[in-house]
């Protein structure tokens, strides 16, 4: 590769931290050098096997723990041609089913959240409990075939884990924290559940889920569509590691990318990262190479006089992007004081659509949410289509090109993609879904339990 290497990254010791988010690098799979079919992202059949194998056999992420405390809170949130309710229970327990009135098909609630004390259907109001069960049909006296037989809408699994509520299509799926593994014992450490919901945008996109999954897993994209990043962040030491179905990649911010000359003044985006951890980049001494350690050490340093506590993070956690993705389609870019989290929604009928929502949640200082008498106040939604609004500068580049990736992938002379080693996630990822789509990977795990 035709870069500079003048950036030395130091990275944590794995031997010296031991507990915590694991440092170490995962050995590489052999996944091969295939193409991945141009089809996946267009063909409607195989946006149904996707859905009969993927979609409705794996855990899904519905929404935030803390927009439901009480009993009668709910979430109702959408995936494909399904809506779910997610529903707190007069026991604090969760409980999830399908959003749809038995009766004649309507739905009960709008996505969003709120609190009930039943669901009524706004048609003929029916009325269904908080656990999903039928308690009043209007004039049942004059349905000769008396009420639906299961008493019921139909339940689904649910549970929380990380400050975040899941649900799956699956009534036979494994245990969350199964599913998950070895996502809790790598997160549990940034604590999202202390963190404050502070942005919640939802964007359609004319393109296929995946290839917004494949837009953020990769950091080859920097030099093509960031040229500003280059000043920001090293794109080129990037630690990759794939698991069972979920994989990450570790950035380290607060540097220059080997692709530049190491600069002599301090690069506006790192000045900002600095000032952010509460240093003076004015008074600073050191060389360029060497903020991205002393912003961790500072840190470190001064984190509980600030009201943060990074006690359960290494040192390059306090700077870098600890990138996930969660099989199949939550990204997480988590950091000390911040986690910007990605949800990739397939549309109910178009492969060539989707939406993208953005939830940013913020570290707030201890002291202040001790002060605050004001109650949790979650912020507005918002929805809008690509290109209405920005979502600012970073992520309307990355929105840039997908809807011309989209309709490039359909021509007779694009097969497939073409995947590099810097973009060893989006194999993985496509392995998995292959799994599950061709390998009945979904199915096994039900399998086993019967
Ligand atoms: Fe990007």
Redesign the pocket.
């Known amino acids: 590769m035709d870069v500079k290497r003048h950036v030395n990254v130091q990275r944590v010791d794995p031997q010296a931290w031991p507990h915590g988010t694991p440092v170490e690098k995962a050995e590489d799979p052999d996944l091969g050098t295939a193409l991945i079919p141009a089809e996946r992202y267009f063909s409607p059949e195989f946006m149904a096997l996707e859905w009969e194998h993927v979609w409705t056999k794996v855990w899904l992420l519905g929404g935030r723990s803390d927009d439901m405390p009480e009993p009668g809170d709910y979430i109702c949130t959408e995936i494909g041609k399904e809506s779910v309710l997610i529903v707190r229970q007069p026991d604090l327990s969760l409980r999830a089913f399908y959003n749809v009135c038995l009766h004649r098909g309507n739905r009960l609630r709008p996505e969003g959240f709120g609190n009930v004390e039943s669901f009524r259907c706004l048609y003929h109001h029916w009325n269904y409990g908080l656990d999903g069960c039928i308690d009043h049909i209007p004039d049942l006296d004059t349905f000769p075939q008396g009420a639906p037989p299961a008493g019921r809408i139909p339940a689904l699994p649910c549970g929380e884990w990380g400050g975040f509520v899941w649900f799956s299509l699956n009534p036979d799926v494994e245990p969350l924290l199964t599913y998950l593994d070895p996502m809790p014992q790598h997160l549990g450490p940034y604590h999202f559940e202390r963190m404050v919901w502070a942005r919640d945008i939802t964007v359609e996109w004319d393109c296929n889920w995946k290839a917004s999954v494949d ?2 897993n990769e950091t080859y ?2 030099q093509g ?2 040229p500003q990043l280059k000043w920001y962040l090293d794109d080129i030491n990037v630690q990759i590691d794939v698991y069972d179905r979920h994989n990450r990649y570790l950035i380290p911010f607060a540097t220059v990318s080997p692709r530049v000359d190491l600069p002599s003044a301090i690069p506006p985006a790192i000045d900002e990262i600095m000032r952010k951890a509460g240093m003076d980049p004015a008074e600073y001494e050191g060389r360029v190479s060497d903020i991205r350690v002393d912003v961790q050490k500072f840190m470190r340093a001064n984190g509980k006089r600030f009201g943060k506590d990074y006690s359960d993070l290494n040192d390059d956690q306090l700077t870098d992007d600890y990138h996930y993705q969660i099989f199949p389609n939550v990204s997480l870019n988590a950091h000390a004081d911040d986690l910007m989290l990605f949800r990739q929604r397939p549309h109910a009928t178009d492969p060539n659509k989707m939406y993208y929502d953005i939830w940013m949640f913020e570290l707030r200082p201890e002291g202040e949410e001790k002060e605050s008498d004001k109650p949790y106040r979650r912020p507005r939604h918002q929805l809008f289509k690509h290109g209405d609004k920005s979502i600012g500068q ?1 992520l309307d ?2 929105a840039f090109n997908l809807p011309t990736v989209q309709k490039g992938m359909h021509s007779a002379a694009f097969e497939g993609l073409w995947i590099g080693s810097q973009e060893f996630r989006l194999r993985h990822f496509h392995k998995v879904i292959e799994d599950y789509v061709y390998g009945g990977r979904g199915s096994k795990q039900s399998g086993e339990k019967k």
């Open positions: 837009a953020f994209h920097v569509i960031h970073v580049q990355d």
